[in-house]
């Protein structure tokens, strides 16, 4: 039968009940998708005898605010096709590993009077059975085990491991928590119990943006997304947010709604550029030196040839442009060094963990003062001096920051 003679023939149209079949279900559950995506959209999943047969988004969110746009539609295409992944006949359900592994740990066992350590051992100490079980790594070969096989497997190479160089040897990560909190646990307590080293889970897929930790001390603490909507100015780079952050991505398109201007800055006219006011098509690689000539600008036209009040107080409240730091001389000139610790002058080298607080100057009164909330005052044993204030975490005397000492001749004697 042909779409053509369908189309003539009603009678003959019973591809339609296939799909009314397709779209049955018996009853409707909300869920949402544990993968990496962190999205947590509500769905509402069609089941039928048991089984997902189709989802659908849910449209009830509330407006929690106003004066932000509603979350709703939220899904993916990802999430949307989820349920085809839980039915994938190459869905990994039961444990597997490398045949030629297996084989060899078999063989092992058998000639070791079924001593797991020693079979792990005999296999380490020839190195063409290693080569043959590491050579067959990309290759596929994978064998359905049971678990007591393989977990006995992992046990005895990291007793072998531990013992012939010590737990710190043993190196990994566990699932991220945002994906599964028990899988997450369990393998970062047990390399942590046992003396190994705990890699993040960025070391697994390799995309913890650097400057997080860097900045800020911590990673990947970011806003809301609904937030995007109150900036006024957005450069996205380094996240295909079309791509990645699918179920937000409206509140980038509704910002200019509100009057906010958005820029993307990647090598290829992204997904997310045609979402953009501007796209800057930056070379890979250069986009440190761009940020760069930004801050240039920033500085000069804010801080340097005049002085925005919104600005100044920004930087002095949010940054550590206050912090004062060494300078050293190379070459005949300065270069900017680290920052000087409270133990490494006089009036605070008594202080508790003075090797892990630093120093402000007043611009009042020129004296050096030493703010709370740094990581020497989190851990102190007087509490409640965690929130960076214009105070002197030592004595708690309110000061305000100097952000420069280039008009002014200050010389300060440790
Ligand atoms: S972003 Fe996609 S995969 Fe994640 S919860 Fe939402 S629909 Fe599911």
């Known amino acids: ?187 970062a307590r047990y390399l942590q119990l046992m003396g190994g080293v705990n890699l993040s889970f960025y070391d697994w897929y390799c995309d913890l943006p650097n400057a997080f930790p860097e900045i800020w001390g911590e990673q990947t603490d970011v806003c809301e997304s609904a937030d995007w909507y109150k900036s006024k100015y957005i450069v996205d780079m380094g996240a295909n947010l079309g791509m990645t952050r699918t179920p937000d991505i409206h509140f980038f398109s509704e910002a200019r709604h509100n009057g906010t201007k958005t820029v993307v800055m990647s090598p290829d006219f992204s997904m997310v550029a045609k979402h953009a006011d501007q796209w800057i098509p930056v070379h890979a690689g250069s986009d440190g030196a761009f940020w760069m000539a930004v801050t240039h600008v920033i500085l000069k036209e804010f801080h340097v040839d005049r002085k925005v009040p919104y600005f100044i107080d920004y930087v002095k409240k949010f940054t550590d442009c206050p912090f004062i730091i060494k300078l050293d001389e190379k070459d005949g000139a300065y270069h900017p060094g680290k920052m000087v610790k409270a133990g490494e002058v006089a009036k605070y080298k008594d202080a508790e963990n003075a090797d892990w607080k630093f120093l402000n100057v007043d611009a009042k009164t020129g004296e050096l003062v030493c703010p709370g909330g740094t990581m020497g005052h989190r851990w102190q044993q007087q509490k409640g001096k965690w929130n960076l204030l214009f105070q002197d975490g030592e004595s708690g005397k309110d000061y305000d920051p100097e952000l420069s000492f280039i008009d002014k001749k200050m010389v300060f004697c440790r």
Not at 112 to 124: E, R
Not at 127 to 153: N, T
């Open 1 to 187: 039968m042909s779409w053509i003679e369908d189309i003539i023939s009603p009678k003959t149209r019973k591809w339609e009940e296939f799909y009314r079949n397709r779209w049955q279900y018996d009853k409707v559950v909300r869920s949402t998708h544990g993968v990496n995506c962190t999205g947590g959209c509500s769905w509402a999943i069609h089941v039928k005898d048991g089984i997902v047969v189709w989802e659908l988004q849910q449209v009830d969110y509330p407006q929690f605010n106003k004066e932000v746009p509603p979350y709703e539609p939220r899904g993916c295409q990802r999430g949307i096709s989820y349920s085809w992944y839980l039915y994938s006949p190459i869905r990994v359900k039961y444990p597997i590993v490398r045949g030629a592994l297996i084989d060899l740990y078999r063989e092992a066992k058998a000639k070791n009077a079924n001593d797991p350590v020693k079979a792990w051992a005999s296999i380490q100490a020839d190195p063409v059975q290693r080569h043959r079980y590491q050579r067959a790594r990309g290759k596929g070969g994978f064998r359905r085990v049971h678990w007591d096989e393989l977990l006995e497997l992992i046990a005895a190479s990291n007793i072998y491991t531990v013992q012939k160089y010590g737990s710190d040897r043993i190196i990994g990560f566990s699932p991220i928590p945002a994906m599964s909190m028990l899988s997450y646990a369990s393998g």
